[in-house]
């Protein structure tokens, strides 16, 4: 009797133990530097679920979606509420697309939903400092097959522009347009377009780092990522289904408008990959990826980066914060380092991913 006495102590104080940690294990991971001038938190694909569920499996469904919704609530608030042991907060809290499961909800679905969405992301103290950025996604609008003005329209409404351009860490200088001339070194620029619809708009000044922020990832060749190139068209050619973007437009992008980084959704798995890109002498491009890990090894290979002939993209595929993927959350920030005396050396930046 004492044994089985003992042994339910345990089990307790274990099942304690463990539950402590899940809610408070971001305060043993965070930033690695406290004076960063911007942080980003990254998100992925919660794919929100709803009445098609509660359909199929009843009471079930209903406790499936209450769940899910506190689950991902707390991931979210482990990282920017002020009473949270996780400290600095984040500048800029990124949701990379697919908000909802579906596109094919009607609008009182559609509403109960983004309820849903705005009490899991919500701050109704108004006490969160940083910026809240929505990507949009297939799940979310469709694929192009699918896209109609009233989706796009409803989404828009409730999320904002599905495409913008900004420099960052400063909030004020928001860019509606994507065409932008001006030069100012002291800032990042921080790009979202919507990866179904590229505007074909160089990026004539490679000097300032563009972060570029996409829902469906850059073009790849198989066996880098969980996902591989794959895209299902219609009689009419448009895209029912696609796990990469097309390689022209992968190709545009790593060519002209030349991002710095990347950071994608949609595959749930996720990947870090760095590209290289190499100009040849017929002025066309040699592109080619490996998984970062690899190339840190390749790069150290005597004449491999030739100057300003081949340059370096780092891309993330943010794993989803779905529970079912361990309620992932991304983190990039940008450090600038400084000499003794004031003056600004380089900027330095960290990607870290944590569950």
């Known amino acids: 009797m004492q044994l089985l006495t003992l042994s339910l102590h345990s089990l307790t104080l274990a099942a304690l133990g463990a539950t402590i940690y899940l809610y408070y294990y971001t305060a043993f991971c965070g930033w690695k530097w406290k004076d960063s001038e911007t942080r980003m938190l990254f998100l992925a694909d919660p794919q929100i679920e709803g009445d098609s569920k509660v359909r199929k499996q009843g009471i079930r469904g209903e406790i499936d979606l209450i769940a899910n ?10 990282f920017v509420s002020p009473y949270s042991l996780f400290t600095p907060k984040p500048t800029h809290s990124i949701i990379l697309g697919d908000l909802f499961s579906s596109q094919w909800i009607n609008d009182q679905e559609f509403e109960r939903r983004v309820k849903r969405y705005k009490w899991i992301f919500g ?68 790009a979202v377009i ?26 790849k060749k198989g066996g880098l990522c969980v996902d591989g190139p794959m895209t299902v068209v219609d009689e009419h050619e448009f895209i029912i289904e696609q796990n990469h973007l097309s390689y022209n437009a992968s190709k545009f992008i790593l060519t002209k408008l030349k991002p710095k980084f990347i950071f994608a959704g949609h595959d749930h798995e996720g990947c870090d990959i760095t590209h290289v890109i190499h100009m040849n002498n017929d002025g066309d491009y040699s592109l080619e990826a490996y998984r970062t890990f690899d190339f840190e090894a390749r790069k150290k290979e005597s004449g491999y980066l030739d100057g300003k002939r081949t340059w370096v993209i780092r891309e993330i595929t943010v794993r989803s914060v779905m529970g079912e993927f361990g309620g992932n959350a991304g983190l990039f920030e940008i450090h600038k380092k400084r000499k003794d005396n004031g003056n600004e050396v380089r900027s330095k930046t960290k990607i870290t991913n944590k569950k």
């Open 69 to 78: 919704d506190i689950f991902i609530r707390h991931v979210y608030t482990s």
């Open 194 to 219: 919507n990866s179904m619809n590229i505007d074909e708009r160089e990026q004539e000044n490679y000097q300032t780092p563009l972060i570029l922020l996409l829902h469906i990832p850059i073009f």
């Open 123 to 190: 701050d109704p103290r108004g006490e969160y400092k940083h910026e809240f950025i929505n990507l949009t996604g297939n799940h979310d609008i469709g694929y192009s097959r699918d896209i109609t003005k009233h989706r796009v329209d409803r989404w828009e409404k409730e999320f904002g522009k599905m495409s913008f351009n900004r420099w960052i860490p400063s909030k004020e200088q928001i860019l509606s347009t994507y065409n932008i001339d001006e030069d100012n070194k002291k800032y990042h620029r921080l």
